[in-house]
């Protein structure tokens, strides 16, 4: 279950498997006489960035508004580019790890695995009568990549190790020891700005003020002989070789210029090396083990399939997907968590559009963060799939962003709160981006991203019920947010709040009166966000006791807001106009926001049109919208329909068949837009969890979309909203045990039309009838209970 495999080495980068530790990540090639680790560090960014001139869109603002009120939308889209911002700054690639073995590229028995229940890759094959095996991983608690190299007969190793980058670099060497230090650019334009003539500018080492850094190799051998020279190391005639890279940066916080040259670095690599490499790597390796098993063993997930025949390699299993590979949705489950796991730990920066692997300068939509849906689904998975401290990095990264955003929203829009639009970076950028006039408004102008990362912030609250988490974080930032909401909002002919302008992500209508456009006002996805907000705003102000004046202001918002509309075609309407859709499958399904990874729809009219909505979208869609349509038909308990969409995401992609529209996976497992974006990943986790258990009713649900396919099964360690754990066991397709641990010490509510056997430590078995569908217990904090159906 926890293993990927492979018969081959790769070739693509989409074939390398990932290994990270939040901070470090690397991409194993595998190879046999050539073997490479791309490298990478989260905090190898371009930039800092540089203002250039000074923003007030005030006027622009309100002439947009005035063009939209005319219906003249062609105008509205061409005076909202005036409100244009610099583009983010771009993920950087660190570089190469090389690994040149001289016994030539003739092998038998080559093997190559990914074991995601240790986060280690393995590399075997045979030369001769020679076994070679490759061990990795990146260790956690001593920040740093370990390969073990080794021969199945003595003193046969003999090979070459290199470091190098496509950034700006110099290498040297000492005894035992590859330096590779290097500079970000203070420029990266996007890789669909092609008017560019210059797209990547650098400046100098030690001068340049954009970051620099450092990466060192040091070696252990057993035997043999170590050679350095040419930037390169040599090792010749050993039998057992460790490998040991740290990296180093010179980056000291968003609001911070980097510090300039290597010095400190050199020391900070130096004292990581030293550390590590005075352990045993078995010990070494032990600690990083147990340090990842602490985090990804909270959750085990079983379709309860009998393995038959021994299984086929895993990209030959993704190419043959069938229903009864049940196996095959276990792994990619639980890969979803190794991948969060890997690519976002306490202290680090958050996932970005590839988690922490990119081996481009001019990454696919730079590699940042964007933020009118691939960055939250990132973390869609976290709080449910028990990786609460997974979900720190976006928590920070938000609360920094909210200090940008709210400079921002007082420059430009001369308003009071925070918020962000499309994109931001390392930096926090926060402006709308676009460039000069270049971008399309459907997605560089979009001022609702601060609304919509709010609600990790209390998801993360409902999850862990951490009161002193909402009263000192959370609800402060959250109460910018709405802030800045209750500005933007504009009153409607009718009375109504509405938001203006207004665009629903990356999608254009056609008017009645024969224009295309995105720029409109009252978009559903606006309105759902922000009553979303307020919502959150004044339960969490309850909780706290707290701001009882300004809550009532956000309550007389909140209930002056737009209605949701059901359209002509008993669709939910995705704009205040019931205009038609530009591309009716477009990939985006943004006005359902409200019903996933929302709360405004839960039943009755609003809830089938949503449906008839889906419906209208159609299945077709990219890695990342097919996980996000998965979570929807779970809300609407269609698991037929989940798990068609699940057959649709197993569709392998390479690198001569990319197409938009089909999605899926790559051989490595990592999700394809294409090209890839993690979020695919993510978002198929969470989706899973949903279609088994759900809480974002004020009760949990059982099996809600189960496929017939899963006639028994279990999932345990999960967590749902209320300071719960949950273990669930099904057969034929009925719950047959939950278990139930409170870590708050609040009710635990549950749905169900059957009476069931409460079962808890040192107290007789008791039979409880559910009343109007449901049961209740009351749970002191730390108290479990097993429950029988």
């Not at 797209?199 to 003020?209: D, L, N, R, S």
């Not at 799939?385 to 990264?397: D, G, M, Q, V, W």
């Not at 929807?632 to 690198?655: P, S």
Request: net charge negative; glycine share 8%; with cysteine.
């Amino acid at each position: 279950m926890n293993l990927l495999t492979y018969k081959k080495e790769a070739v693509e980068w989409t074939e390398a498997l990932p290994l990270g530790n939040g901070r470090i990540g690397a991409m194993h090639f595998g190879g046999v006489e050539t073997e490479r680790f791309q490298l990478n560090e989260d905090t190898l960014w371009s930039g800092p960035p540089e203002r250039t001139r000074e923003y007030n869109d005030q006027e622009s603002l309100q002439k947009v508004r005035k063009l939209i009120n005319e219906e003249n939308y062609e105008g509205a889209v061409n005076e909202t580019k005036n409100m244009f911002g610099p583009y983010t700054q771009s993920y950087m690639p660190l570089g190469n790890l090389t690994i040149q073995y001289l016994h030539g590229g003739t092998t038998r028995s080559y093997k190559r695995t990914l074991d995601i229940g240790t986060a280690i890759s393995n590399v075997t094959y045979t030369v001769g009568k020679i076994e070679y095996t490759r061990e990795a991983f990146i260790s956690h608690p001593h920040q740093v990549l370990a390969v073990r190299l080794t021969s199945s007969v003595a003193n046969q190793l003999n090979v070459i190790v290199s470091l190098d980058s496509t950034l700006k670099y110099q290498t040297s060497n000492s005894s035992e020891e590859l330096v590779l230090q290097g500079i970000c650019p203070e420029k990266c334009a996007p890789n669909y700005v092609h008017e560019d003539e210059q797209p990547i500018v650098y400046g100098e080492f030690g001068e340049t003020q954009a970051i620099h850094f450092e990466g060192k190799l040091g070696v252990v051998i057993d035997d043999g002989k170590l050679e350095s020279s040419n930037g390169r190391l040599s090792i010749q005639n050993a039998t057992n070789v460790v490998l040991y890279f740290s990296v180093s940066t010179s980056f000291k916080g968003f609001d911070q210029l980097p510090g300039v040259g290597f010095e400190e670095l050199t020391g900070q690599n130096e004292a990581i090396l030293s550390k590590a490499m005075s352990i045993p790597y078995e010990q070494l390796k032990e600690t990083h083990i147990q340090d990842y098993q602490t985090l990804y063993n909270r959750v085990e997930f079983s379709l309860g399939h009998k393995q038959t025949e021994e299984l086929l390699d895993t990209d030959e299993r993704v190419q043959k997907y069938s229903a009864d590979d049940l196996a095959m949705v276990e792994l990619l489950f639980q890969y979803g968590r190794y991948l969060l796991i890997s690519s976002s730990r306490e202290g680090t920066q958050p996932a970005n559009l590839q988690g922490i692997w990119n081996d481009l300068t001019r990454a696919p939509w730079s590699s940042n963060y964007t933020l009118n849906i691939n960055t939250e689904m990132n973390y869609w998975p976290a709080e449910v799939t028990n990786l609460s401290e997974c979900h720190r990095p976006l928590l920070k990264a938000i609360q920094e962003l909210s200090v940008t955003g709210e400079k921002m929203v007082n420059e430009r829009y001369g308003m009071n709160g925070w918020t962000a639009h499309h994109n931001t970076d390392l930096w926090r950028h926060a402006h709308p981006v676009g460039g000069e006039r270049h971008g399309d408004p459907n997605w560089a102008f979009w001022p609702m991203s601060g609304p919509w990362l709010c609600s990790h912030l209390w998801e993360h609250y409902l999850y862990t019920q951490n009161k002193e988490f909402l009263r000192e974080e959370a609800y402060p930032i959250m109460k910018g947010s709405a802030q800045f909401c209750l500005d933007w909002l504009v009153e409607d002919e009718n009375g109504y709040l509405i938001t203006s302008p207004s665009t629903s992500p990356e999608h254009h209508f056609k008017a009645e009166n024969g224009q295309e456009g995105s720029v409109t006002k009252g978009s559903t996805m606006d309105l759902q966000l922000i009553w979303d907000l307020f919502t959150n705003c004044v339960e969490a102000a309850e909780i706290l006791g707290i701001d009882g004046a300004w809550i009532h202001q956000v309550t007389t918002a909140k209930d002056r807001l737009q209605p949701l509309q059901i359209g002509k075609y008993g669709q939910l309407q995705e704009w205040l106009l019931d205009y038609e859709d530009a591309e009716p499958h477009h990939r985006h399904v943004s006005h359902l926001y409200g019903v996933y990874p929302g709360k405004q729809i839960i039943d009755g009219p609003l809830l089938e049109a949503s449906r008839q909505t889906l419906n209208r979208r159609g299945d077709a869609g990219t890695g990342w919208s097919l996980g996000w349509k998965m979570s929807l038909w779970a809300r609407l308990k269609d698991g037929e329909r989940v798990n068609a969409l699940l057959h649709q995401l197993f569709n392998i992609c390479t690198a001569k068949r990319e197409v938009m529209v089909g999605g899926g996976l790559y051989p490595n497992l990592l999700g394809a837009h294409p090209p890839f974006q993690i979020d695919g990943n993510f978002s198929y986790t969470a989706g899973v969890v949903e279609m088994i258990i759900q809480s974002h009713k004020g009760y949990v649900e059982l099996l809600p979309a189960l496929p017939s396919t899963w006639v028994q099964g279990s999932l345990s360690g999960v967590r749902v909203r209320g300071g719960f754990e949950i273990s669930l066991s099904w057969d034929k397709l009925q719950v047959s045990q939950l278990d139930v641990t409170s870590h708050a010490g609040n009710e635990f509510i549950f749905k169900t039309h059957n009476a069931v056997i409460v079962c808890e430590e040192g107290k007789d078995n008791i039979t409880v009838e559910p009343i109007d569908g449901f049961i209740s217990l009351e749970m002191s904090k730390g108290q479990k209970c097993q429950l029988l159906f």
